[in-house]
């Protein structure tokens, strides 16, 4: 359409989002469908956070508040970043918004002229791409294989770097992955972001997983490994996967006040402020009774354990073991070729789940969507019996095809 702007036409809608509604959908129309898209939280937002926002809303709390966040909930964030990540920010450098996604918007909004480079490492979370593009930026992918366990080494980082770089896009623990990095990893990469010729890359870390983790994984931003990039960090995190909270919409960075300022002088005239009443709810979830996260991750380690061995048994997948966020990403490499029942042959990742969502009612994402094919992701934020339904069903799937 005409009037539309032509940047539009270097995006598209979010994959991730299409495949939560295609499932509703599905339902809808009464399919029996198990469901493995979607990455939310099966959990209910706890109880507490339920009682403080109600409380807002009963003293009046319902009206505009400020483009950069309440000041309490900016104040309950900066001891939060003190207290699990050992980063000191003062609330003018927190920018809270409508989730993180918003937040990210904001950013690449607030920073990026027609040609600056994003690296962002494949696999990747579905957004980062699309946020870079609507800005007029260009992704600079940098494939991160299974052998290399998905992450991207210090090598790759430097040759990624050109005199355009303007971000650097860190998510860990990744979606749609669950791997993170160590702190080793993090420090080889922060030397290469210290060298002299790197010193004009910001460093964007996502972590919105952090305490999503299983076998005593400790994960660390970078910015806490390396204090010498604290000034060109922006760190990004949210509500939406610890706290139960994506419906809320409510998310937030800390990062140098210039480019907060910046973000924040976008929100005013985006949305001048995010919901009021929500952004008491978020002062409970982070200064609230957190027991509810340690019991969460129990549930989500025995599902990871259970998909990572039912999926490892079936001819053609392989599957590593998480240590974090609620996804796995196998590779589907050793089906490419084979043919359906139906005479199709399975071209690519893109053919398994729709195979997969054809014949068993499955819902999964393909690899392509996260930029590392030949994969597809299962998220394992759902019960047991619908995951161990989903794996027979997989595996029933994988079985029917033939050379
Ligand atoms: N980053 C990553 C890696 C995510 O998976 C998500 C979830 N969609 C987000 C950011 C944004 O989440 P939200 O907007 O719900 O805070
Ligand atoms: N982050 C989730 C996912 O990857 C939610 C959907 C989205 O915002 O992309 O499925």
């Known amino acids: 359409m005409a009037f539309l702007a032509e940047r539009l036409l270097n995006i598209k809608p979010s994959p991730t989002v299409a495949v939560v509604t295609l499932a509703k959908e599905l339902e809808l129309a009464g399919r029996d469908v198990i469901n493995l898209g979607p990455g939310e ?24 508040g400020t483009p950069a966040g309440v000041l309490e909930l900016r104040q309950a964030i900066c001891e939060k970043l003190k207290r699990d990540n050992g980063l000191i920010y003062t609330p003018d450098q927190v920018s809270v918004g409508s989730g993180g996604k918003q937040i990210i918007f904001n950013a690449m909004a607030a920073t990026l002229t027609t040609g600056d480079e994003v690296i962002i490492p494949a696999p ?179 599902r990871r354990d259970l998909v990572v061995d039912r999926l490892n048994k079936i001819e053609g997948l392989d599957c ?16 490419i070729g084979k043919k359906t029942p139906a005479g199709k042959t399975i071209e690519n990742d893109e053919d398994f789940v729709t195979f997969l969502l054809e014949t068993e009612s499955v819902v999964c994402v393909h690899g392509a969507a996260f930029g590392l094919s030949p994969h597809f992701r299962i998220s394992y934020a759902t019960d047991i019996d619908t995951l161990e339904e989903g794996c027979n069903r997989i595996r029933r799937a994988c079985n029917s095809l033939s050379q």
């Not at 209910?44 to 709390?61: F, R, S, V, Y």
């Not at 210090?154 to 990744?174: E, F, G, H, M, V």
């Not at 210039?258 to 409970?284: D, Y």
């Not at 590593?320 to 796995?328: I, W």
Request: glycine content about 6%.
């Open 41 to 64: 939280p099966d959990f209910d937002t706890p109880a507490h956070i339920l009682d403080a926002c109600n409380k807002a809303m009963e003293q009046g709390k319902t009206r505009y």
């Open 124 to 302: 990747y979370w579905v957004s980062y791409p699309d946020l870079t593009s609507l800005f007029e930026g260009v992704p600079v992918y940098v494939d991160c294989p299974a052998e290399e366990n998905f992450k991207l080494t210090p090598q790759q980082l430097r040759s990624a770097i050109t005199k355009k770089t303007k971000w650097l896009i860190l998510n860990s623990p990744s979606n749609p992955t669950g791997v993170a990095y160590t702190v080793e990893e993090l420090r080889d990469l922060a030397e290469v972001l210290l060298e002299p010729s790197n010193q004009h890359v910001w460093i964007m870390t996502d972590d919105i997983y952090e305490f999503i983790v299983y076998d005593g994984f400790k994960v660390k931003s970078i910015a806490q490994i390396e204090p010498k990039l604290y000034d060109r960090t922006l760190t990004l995190n949210g509500f939406s996967k610890a706290y139960c909270m994506t419906g809320w919409r409510l998310g937030y960075a800390a990062g140098p006040s210039e480019l907060i300022k910046a973000m924040n002088m976008i929100q005013s005239q985006a949305a001048t402020s995010t919901t009021t009443f929500v952004q008491w709810a978020g002062i409970e979830a982070l200064n609230g009774d957190h027991a509810f996260i340690t019991e969460n991750n129990q549930a989500y380690q025995t």
């Open 320 to 335: 590593l073991t998480p240590v974090g966020a609620f996804y796995v990403y196998p590779s589907c490499a050793g089906l």
